[in-house]
């Protein structure tokens, strides 16, 4: 299996480079739009967009004085531009070109993520499929409950993503706001035509209404749907985590030629990917509850939120990106083994069936009670004495009088628990 990492384009969207392409951008769109209303002259913008440039070390260098990443940015280009410069960032405060650039930013790490999350879709499905009619053992708090198809689990899986792929959709939709609203959103000193432009320009939607910033209840959003996400990617690394163990060996991670899993013992196949993914959950987790902690600020604006950001959008989305690689990758080799299925399935001696036989006395006329009570006490004989479930009920005369050899007999076929498995296919996947 060739290992999967975060794509090169992910980590690229954060680099300093592209944060600060973003900023100018943004501001060479203003000047457009003032141009347009007259308000700066069409020749002089004609020259900034000639010349405008930054570089990278000279801003690191500035801000190491000044204290402040924007006009250390400005100052920079305006070393490119000159005498023209004075018409960089008419009206506006620096939160218009940070947060308008930070929804370009997070609409593009969103757009990625949700290409890995079709990938993942698509490995679930065609597993879905493959394993449609594996049976294996249903469990309910860990102990053995009916019978299940391993593409059972996988169509919920694939339902759950195709879940998640609309709330990142609308999450995507959500972030995708920028504000060119002034020092405190009144617009002030800025026509909101420069915002409607630039918004236009940089493929977002205007704040309808903003302070400082962009509200961060949208921001709170974004990243509490990552948090879902990476919440039901650890669901399934947890039940591949389960199967994999010695005493179940129903499904297990690939294994490749040479992979190790322990220092001290030769012997061992541990599900790494799985426990990785378990663990990379937690983080977005917490990056989600620094979001949600955003959003009270002070007034119209306070700078705590700024820190925390810087922080959590790229290592957030950096995260998701490699843990649905990871997922899709775990997923479409995963080794299964229909064999171990059903000798668990077979592990109770036929105690699986016990609902189906309760069905059929009460169909016979015995009360629920009475069903109930027949069914259970020589079901604890399994439990208790090692007996084999179908081989009491034929010795229980109670059982007996109610359902003959030939109808406790049918109340052991496997086959009755999958004859709506392509209704729930259907259901799933359409047609």
């Known amino acids: 299996m060739i290992e999967r990492y975060s794509r090169p384009q992910m980590t690229a969207i954060w680099s300093a480079e592209n944060r600060y392409r973003k900023w100018l951008e943004i501001e060479l769109y203003a000047c457009e739009a003032h141009a347009e209303m007259g308000t700066i002259p069409r020749d002089a913008v004609e020259r900034i967009t000639t010349k405008a440039n930054f570089d990278v070390a000279r801003i690191d260098e500035i801000e190491k004085v000044v204290k402040h990443d924007v006009i250390a940015f400005l100052t920079s280009v305006a070393d490119y531009i000159g005498e023209d410069s004075r018409f960089l960032h008419v009206g ?3 939160s218009d070109v940070l947060d308008t650039s930070l929804a370009m930013l997070l609409r593009e790490s969103g757009l990625l993520i949700l290409e890995g999350m079709k990938g993942l879709t698509e490995a679930l499905k065609k597993k879905a499929f493959e394993h449609k009619d594996t049976a294996m053992i249903g469990r309910s708090h860990g102990i053995h409950a009916e019978p299940v198809t391993f593409g059972i ?3 919920l899986w694939y339902d759950e993503m195709r879940r998640n792929i609309r709330r990142m959709e609308s999450a995507v939709e959500t972030i995708s ?10 617009f002030a000193n800025i ?3 420069v915002e409607e432009y630039v918004c236009a320009r940089a493929g977002l939607k205007p704040a309808p209404c903003s302070t400082q910033i962009v509200q961060r209840d949208r921001h709170a959003e974004f990243f509490s749907t990552l948090a879902i996400i990476a919440s039901s990617i650890e669901k399934f690394a947890v039940e591949i985590r389960h199967l994999q163990r010695t005493e179940v060996l129903e499904a297990e991670e690939f294994f490749s030629k040479g992979q190790k899993g322990s220092s001290a013992m030769p012997h061992k196949r541990n599900p790494v990917l799985s426990e990785n993914l378990s663990g990379l959950a937690r983080l977005i987790r917490g990056y989600a509850v620094s979001a949600l902690e955003n959003v009270p600020l002070w007034h119209e604006r306070d ?10 959008a790229p290592d957030a989305t950096i995260l998701m990106d490699f843990m649905l690689s990871r997922c899709t990758g775990l997923i479409e080799n995963l080794v299964v083994y229909p064999e171990n299925m059903m000798k668990n399935l077979n592990l109770m001696r036929g105690l699986v069936f016990s609902q189906r036989v309760l069905l059929e006395l009460t169909a016979k006329g015995a009360s629920r009670e009475k069903a109930y009570a027949l069914v259970q006490r020589n079901a604890m004989k399994v439990w208790e004495q090692g007996k084999d479930f179908r081989e009491e009920l034929l010795a229980d005369t109670e059982v007996r009088s ?5 109808e406790i007999d049918k109340a052991f076929d496997l086959a009755y628990h999958f004859k709506h498995v392509d209704t729930i296919f259907a259901r799933v996947f359409g047609g």
Do not use: Q, W
């Open 92 to 94: 506006m405060t620096s």
């Open 191 to 193: 026509d909101p035509k």
């Open 402 to 406: 109610y359902l003959s050899s030939e």
């Open 177 to 186: 706001c920028g504000k060119i609203s002034g020092a405190v959103g009144t």
């Open 153 to 155: 689990k996988m169509a």
């Open 303 to 312: 700078i705590s939120h700024s820190s925390v950001e810087r922080v959590i």
